[in-house]
């Protein structure tokens, strides 16, 4: 009997919300396939109808992650009345929320990728293309109603951005700061910095430039977490842009 794409969804989140909750306790070693499906009440051959291998089955927590969160985003009344900060900002937060819940699967879920680092630079980190259709909607839309310069690499850009979502989770994840306050300056000022670029039109001209650099910090991130002088880094280049654009 075929099952509906409804009910694979709902068999898909709970085989996902069970190895959550049993990798958590257990490890990602101490944890089979078949303790997941027979936790989940399946049977032992059905998990690998949704996941060939527990690798693609932890990856895919971030494809439900980033989609739940863009939904989250979506529902928020009044947001598309928000600037572009504050719908990048919304988004970025709504991901970081639902993933605080299970931060220490996260961690098991980080290293993994960080084992990987070719899957890093690729197209296929699980919810990057939800994310970045995401990112070039919001850019879009800012583009309409003239809150940005006419920026002709939104695609490109676009990917950059869902990158380095990557790299805030991976700084987040090492952030022992209160309530994660670095994390969310960091937020703050990475996203003053993208959108004063935007609305100078600078980031026509710089975005190969940028697109190094955000890798290069993106690598730098996922190695070494929060400090090495980020935040000053952004600060001081917010301070410059600013200045430039009310020069204007």
Known sequence: MRTS?????????????????????Q?????????I????????ATIYKYF??????VLAYF???AGDAIALMQKTRGQQ??????RLQLLLDSLLELLLADREFVAIAHRLIQGAPLLLLSQ???????????????LEQAEVSAEIAPCGFKNSLAGLMADAVYGLVAYWLRDDSEEFGNTHQLVDLSLGVLVLALQSGLINK?????????????????????????LELLALTKRGLSAGVAAR
């Open 206 to 230: 710089l975005l190969d430039l940028g697109g190094f650099v955000l890798r290069s910090q993106l690598a730098r991130l996922l190695q070494h977490g929060p400090g090495g002088g980020l």
């Open 52 to 57: 060939p291998s527990k690798e693609k089955l």
């Open 124 to 138: 296929d980190l699980p919810g990057k293309a939800k994310l970045r259709q995401a990112f070039v909607e919001m």
């Open 27 to 35: 490890g990602f070693d101490g944890t089979t396939m078949k303790e």
């Open 63 to 65: 494809e439900q992650q």
């Open 37 to 44: 499906a027979r936790a989940a009440e399946l049977g032992d």
């Open 81 to 86: 009345d928000f600037s572009l900060q504050e």
């Open 5 to 25: 794409k409804t009910q694979q969804d709902k068999t898909r989140r709970l085989l996902l919300r069970v190895a959550v909750d049993l990798m958590s306790r």
